[in-house]
C-alpha cells in the first residue's frame, strides 16, 4: 500500500543545531508539504512543492528551508534550531492539479529544541 | 484572506450525545472544505470533504454541509462513541490554488466519556 513517512518521530536537539526532518511517500504525488502544528494554531505550512527541483515559501518559512530532489522526498532542514521551533510537524502529499483532493499526511515529528 | 475559525474546545460528551462542533470561513470564490481527524498519536486523516455550495460531505456517522450563505461547515454527529475521541480540524482549499494547499481551524479537541 501506499503511504508516506516521516523520519523520525521524535527528535531531540540543542538551540543552535542544524536539525533534518525527512519525508518519504509512495503515492508518487506531485505535491507535497510541510506544516507545524502547534496548540491555538491548528495547522500552519511552513515551505511546499509542486514537482522535483521546485520550492515555494508558506505561511511560517523563515528558520526553515526544504529540497526536491525527487518525487518522492522533500526533506525539511532546521538551519539554526530555536526553541520556537519547538512543534509537531507533519508532512503531507497530494495529487496535483485540484483544489478539491485530499491530502495524505505523515504521522508526525515530536521537534522539542533545548 | 482566506481563514477557518473553529469553536473552542474542549469538547467533552458522553456516549450515545449529539455532537455539533461549528466551523466557518472567510474565503474567494469557492472553495473545497474538509473535516480532518487526528487521532491520539497519529497524523491527520480525511474524515470528508464538500467541493461546492449546498454539498453534505459524510463519513462514519459524521456529516456537513457546505452553506455558502453563512460561510458554514458545522461537522455533526448523532451518537458519539468512545472511539470517536479525537482532535477535529475543519480545512479548506482555496479555489484559486488547484495544488492542494490547506488552511486549517485551530482544532477541536473532543473527549467522548462512557
Known amino acids: 500500500d501506499a503511504e508516506i513517512t516521516q523520519s523520525p518521530r521524535h527528535k531531540i536537539t540543542e538551540t543552535g543545531r542544524q536539525v533534518t526532518l525527512a519525508c518519504h511517500q509512495t503515492w508518487n504525488h506531485n505535491n507535497m508539504f510541510w506544516y507545524r502544528q502547534d496548540l491555538g494554531h491548528g495547522l500552519r505550512l511552513i515551505h511546499y512543492?509542486?514537482?522535483?527541483?521546485?520550492?515555494n515559501k508558506g505561511e511560517v518559512s523563515d528558520g526553515y528551508s526544504v529540497s526536491r530532489s525527487n518525487t518522492e522526498d522533500l526533506p525539511l532542514t532546521l538551519e539554526s534550531a530555536a526553541s520556537s521551533q519547538t512543534s509537531v510537524y507533519f508532512c503531507?502529499?497530494?495529487?496535483?492539479?485540484?483544489?478539491?483532493?485530499?491530502?495524505?499526511f505523515g504521522q508526525g515529528t515530536r521537534l522539542t529544541v533545548v | 484572506g482566506n481563514s477557518v475559525t473553529q469553536m473552542e474546545g474542549p469538547v467533552t460528551l458522553s456516549e450515545e450525545a449529539f455532537l455539533t462542533i461549528n466551523c466557518t470561513y472567510t474565503a474567494t470564490g469557492y472553495p473545497s472544505l474538509f473535516w480532518y481527524v487526528q487521532y491520539p498519536g497519529e497524523g491527520l486523516q480525511l474524515l470528508l470533504k464538500?467541493?461546492?455550495?449546498?454539498d453534505k460531505g459524510s463519513n462514519k456517522g459524521f456529516e456537513a454541509t457546505y452553506r455558502k450563505e453563512t460561510t458554514s461547515f458545522h461537522l455533526e454527529k448523532g451518537s458519539v462513541q468512545v472511539s470517536d475521541s479525537a482532535v477535529y480540524f475543519c480545512?479548506?482549499?482555496?479555489?484559486?490554488?488547484?495544488?492542494?494547499?490547506?488552511?486549517f481551524g485551530q482544532g477541536t479537541t473532543l473527549q467522548v466519556k462512557p
Open positions: 464538500a467541493t461546492k455550495a449546498d
Open positions: 480545512a479548506l482549499s482555496p479555489f484559486s490554488s488547484n495544488t492542494g494547499k490547506l488552511i
Open positions: 512543492s509542486y514537482g522535483v527541483q521546485d520550492t
Open positions: 503531507a502529499s497530494s495529487v496535483q492539479g485540484a483544489h478539491q483532493n485530499e491530502a495524505f
